[in-house]
């Protein structure tokens, strides 16, 4: 899977204003003192690394969605690249109302919060999907390190049946506490080395970490959908291909796999609590629960393929939380104005 990386347009325009931050950079440019590639180096940049929620994904035959993982870009809650037409008012699209800015895109479908050596599974494989760790070595290798990370990744980790043994079925409370502590170890792993550099940064960063989607209201419209499906067998196609990847999505998983959300939430949290005591007077660090809070009720906001990724309203939800939670990192990095 392609990282993508995408910049305004418009963007020369707008830095040619002499009332925007960028206009002396714009003026060394038209002098020949830097090139158009130093120039967009200057701009802001915010990266987003996650899993296929932050993508345009969608599940249905085998062949259709290794395509489609190859393909698609942009449509999401957080990038738009003006090619899909999908009608996202995404986070990408609000941002550019304050600053042009370069956006970069990690996330993958089928990514994971990875643990050392972990071997990938065949299909994950051959998607060619980037887990946590990959992602964090992509930006770490970047020329230009992020001005602001946007983290939102963990929601195949919750897969709580994946790999359970028989009888920890039926008494998985143990199972469900090893999940989340192991989920908290992996992730605050790889927080680390983004964080790492912003001792060394001369310049202010931000890095927010979403917790996962409220299931608990997501399942409502799946059940919505699933209750649709069963008076009209033409409506989601691929309802149940979801529990080839995503076993725990069974009716029957699916107080459980609730619970290892949340519980994955509060590992999540108390971890950028635990950070936050540590000296990093460069960075703005914090947990976000606006993907966590975000109402997923309604059987119109899953796609109307799988019953199981974000329609384009669904998107468009998710967009409304996660930039309302962006407000102080923005805030901090001085690409908005304080109330």
Request: with cysteine; charged share 30%; proline share 4%.
């Given at each position: ?16 204003d ?14 020949g ?43 999401n ?24 800015f370069?956006?970069l ?17 065949v ?83 931000a ?16 059940e ?21 990847y ?29 950070l936050?005591r540590?000296?990093?007077p ?43 939670g ?14």
């Open positions: 899977m392609r990282s993508v990386r995408t910049v305004p347009a418009n963007f020369l325009e707008r830095i040619a002499p009332a925007s931050r960028f206009h002396r950079d714009y003026l060394c440019y038209r002098r003192e830097i090139s158009r590639g130093e120039l967009v180096s200057r701009l802001p940049h915010v990266a987003m690394l996650g899993d296929s929620v932050c993508t345009s994904i969608y599940i249905s035959s085998a062949l259709g969605t290794f395509w489609r993982s190859r393909r698609r870009r942009g449509g809650w957080f990038l738009d690249t003006g090619k899909s037409g999908a009608g996202v008012r995404s986070v990408s699209k609000r941002l550019e109302n304050y600053t042009p370069v956006a895109e990690y996330a993958g479908v089928g990514a994971m919060v990875d643990q050392p050596g972990e071997r990938q599974n299909f994950r494989r051959l998607l060619g999907t980037r887990d946590f760790s990959g992602q964090v070595a992509e930006v770490l290798g970047a020329s230009r390190f992020p001005d602001l990370i946007l983290i939102s990744i963990g929601h195949n980790n919750v897969d709580w049946v994946w790999r359970c043994p028989a009888n920890e079925i039926d008494q998985p409370d143990e199972r469900l506490r090893r999940q989340s502590s192991v989920f908290r170890d992996n992730f605050e792993r790889q927080l680390r080395r983004l964080v790492e550099p912003a001792r060394t940064q001369g310049h202010r960063m890095i927010v970490v979403y917790g996962l989607v409220n299931f608990a209201a997501y399942f409502e419209g799946r919505e959908a699933e209750r649709r499906r069963a008076e009209d067998p033409r409506l989601y196609p691929h309802l149940e291909t979801t529990y080839k995503f076993q725990s999505f069974r009716p029957v998983y699916r107080r459980n796999l609730v619970r290892l959300a949340e519980m994955a939430n509060d590992e999540l949290r108390q971890m950028v609590e635990t936050n540590e000296d990093h460069n960075l703005d660090l914090r947990y976000s629960d606006a993907l966590a809070t975000a109402e997923l009720r309604r059987a119109e906001l899953l796609h109307a393929v799988d019953g199981w990724h974000p329609s384009v309203e669904g998107h468009n939800i998710l967009a409304d939380a996660a930039f309302a962006l407000k102080p990192s923005l805030e901090f990095l001085g690409l908005i104005e304080s109330d």
